[in-house]
């Protein structure tokens, strides 16, 4: 994975630091703005396009490295824009892009402190090798390869040793105080938002995500549950080379999002039913799912195979939260029942009563997210159907807005939602989902309906 070389991490904390970096990348993109507008005043019509692409990289360059600088839950929102929105200028979505899996490390010497502040030794004494360099950077930590003694076989195991920026606890805090900030902005937009449960809800995910050995229980509990699955894979968890800080497992090799973007379009579309099926397995099956879909998640393997990385932001739901999502997706998408929809709807909290919009037009409004599941055909998934949902779900004009909430519960299911058809859409992934939705649905239970639903009939009736 390539790295962005140049000064080692060196995290500004406070949120008057943090306030000023915002406060200057503001003022930067401004002035790019402030500087073609001049510029364009005498020019050309072709030089004025080519001003509109030299001010669009300048400011793609100047996000990008603020936001990779940064760290914490701001860098989050860059890596989640690089993929929900198609909206965005080329070049800032490709320089966001960046931070999916690469963004200025912190130096190995920090790497190494932190190693033996956790575990007692250095990585010297722990590994019977360790490259400082690391080979993966993002928002909270960064990925060292690093060889162990296995415990059990006496045999080398390559491993991947992640480890927490310092300080970065400290910079996510001090972004989660802007949050309120942020429900009250969204509250202008949705004059029946209630901003408290969605803020508190994205406060308790993002600091859960800094205690990693929460991420090893997630992770250790997703490995067992797909243990033996035969295109979904999970790396196990060392436990002990692994900490609050310091998390370790097994070393996976594979190709990129970006190098699996240039496979053949049957390989991208075995790839896109393996992130559907693993997303609404999990959720379905283990009532949990990793909220944090972005592409440096994934490694890629021909004929599917896909290995699933960083737990760290996993929901895990109680059974009536199951049954309400069972339920609004069997109105919706299986009985096509708009009447029970908005009764469900309305007992999640998700739409207020007294709405004066028909059910028909409640359901439309609410039902986008089932489009590609409610009918039995062949779809292919496209990034302007993805965009169209974000800009759907936040949009001001609908009347519907005024009466809709986002409850606690359904915070990161939406998430997962957006991030995943994102996703579908930039493989521009075919296949008949409806199909494949009715074999996960717990109330249908349908046949296998594809060659890969095939191959996991083994592992089901082993599980």
């Not at 860098?75 to 960046?98: F, I, N, T, W």
């Not at 250095?122 to 003694?149: K, T």
């Not at 004066?356 to 496209?382: H, I, K, L, M």
Request: proline residues 5%.
């Amino acid at each position: 994975m390539l790295l962005r070389r140049g000064p080692h991490l060196h995290l500004r904390t406070s949120r008057t630091q943090r306030n000023a970096d915002v406060v200057k990348l503001g003022a930067t993109v401004g002035a790019h703005y402030a500087g073609t507008a001049a510029r364009k005043l005498f020019a050309s019509t072709e030089r004025r396009v080519e001003l509109d692409r030299e001010r669009e990289l300048k400011t793609a360059e100047a996000v990008a490295e603020r936001l990779g600088h940064m760290k914490g839950a701001l860098m989050k929102l860059g890596q989640m824009a690089s993929y929900v929105d198609e909206g965005l200028p080329a070049p800032l979505r490709a320089a966001l892009a960046q931070l999916q899996s690469s963004a200025p490390p912190m130096s190995g010497e920090l790497a190494a402190d932190v190693i033996r502040r956790d575990l007692g030794r250095g990585p010297e004494e722990l590994f019977l090798q360790w490259d400082p360099d690391p080979i993966a950077a993002a928002s909270i930590g960064q990925v060292h390869r690093a060889v162990v003694l296995d415990p059990d076989t006496g045999e080398e195991r390559a491993v991947a040793v992640k480890v927490q920026y310092p300080g970065v606890a400290d910079a996510v805090a001090t972004d989660l105080k802007n949050a309120d900030l942020l429900g009250m902005l969204l509250q202008q937009g949705f004059g029946g938002l209630d901003p408290e449960e969605m803020v508190t809800e994205i406060k308790e995910r993002l600091v859960e995500e800094l205690d990693y050995r929460l991420e090893a229980a997630n992770q250790h509990r997703f490995a067992e549950y797909y243990r033996g699955h035969p295109f979904i894979h999970v790396p196990d968890v060392l436990p002990q080379f692994s900490s609050a800080h310091v998390i370790t497992s097994d070393l996976v090799d594979g190709a990129t999002w970006q190098e699996m973007l240039t496979w053949s379009q049957d390989e991208r579309n075995l790839a896109g039913e393996t992130l559907f099926r693993f997303v609404f397995r999990s959720l379905y099956g283990m009532h949990a799912f990793n909220g944090d879909p972005h592409p440096g998640n994934y490694l890629f393997h021909p004929g599917g195979r896909v290995t699933f990385l960083d737990f760290g932001l996993v929901k895990h739901f109680s059974d009536s939260e199951m049954a309400t999502f069972i339920g609004m997706v069997k109105a919706a998408a299986y009985d096509h029942d708009v009447a029970e929809f908005r009764r469900i709807l309305e007992r999640a909290g998700m739409l207020q009563k007294g709405c004066p919009a028909p059910d028909d037009e409640v359901g439309e409004y609410f039902s986008q997210f089932y489009e590609a599941v409610r009918e039995d055909r062949e779809t292919t998934w496209s990034s302007e159907y993805a965009s169209g949902i974000v800009r759907h779900t936040f949009d001001r004009t609908s009347p519907i807005a005024q009466y809709a909430t986002v409850p606690k519960a359904f915070v990161f299911i939406q998430r997962i939602n957006l991030g995943l058809y994102a996703l579908l859409g930039e493989l521009r992934a075919s296949g008949n989902y409806r199909r494949m939705a009715e074999e996960l649905w717990p109330f249908v239970q349908g046949p296998p309906s594809t060659a890969q639903a095939h191959r996991e009939q083994g592992w089901l009736h082993r599980r």
